[in-house]
């Protein structure tokens, strides 16, 4: 299993950009499905974007399209989400997650990082 450190979280105006990442420990497989969720209290988590370990394959949501790009450093165990364009609805802790398999299949992560707080301001 692996683990999974989230950073670069915090305030940004709307129409700004961040960029978060996630530090990648344990052992890995070319078939890892690394993705990115985000968090409303009191709502459900909602998948953002997931990228294969092995190759540049991504599948993003809909409501992030064209804004967010998900991508990956192998060399330096390195999940990123870039995000520009940011609205206040994108307002969210965002977690890092792991499992084998698909990146179309949203279920089934079973690795997560602690989370990363993202506040947009309108």
């Known amino acids: 299993q692996v683990q999974l450190a989230e950073s670069g979280g915090g305030l940004v105006q709307a129409g700004g950009s961040l960029r978060l990442s996630c530090a990648v420990s344990?052992?890995?497989?070319?078939?890892?499905?690394m993705a990115w969720f985000r968090q409303v209290p009191g709502k459900e988590r909602e998948f953002v974007a997931a990228?294969?370990?092995?190759?540049?394959?991504?599948n993003h949501a809909d409501s992030v399209k064209g804004r967010f790009t998900i991508s990956r450093d192998n060399a330096k165990n390195t999940v990123y989400l870039q995000m520009n364009s940011l609205k206040p609805e994108d307002t969210a802790v965002y977690y890092c997650?792991?499992?084998?398999?698909?990146?179309?299949?949203?279920?089934?992560?079973?690795?997560w990082g602690q989370g990363t707080q993202v506040t947009v301001s309108s």
């Open positions: 997650a792991a499992k084998l398999g698909s990146i179309y299949r949203v279920t089934g992560f079973g690795s």
């Open positions: 344990g052992r890995t497989f070319s078939t890892h499905a």
């Open positions: 990228i294969t370990w092995g190759s540049d394959t991504t």
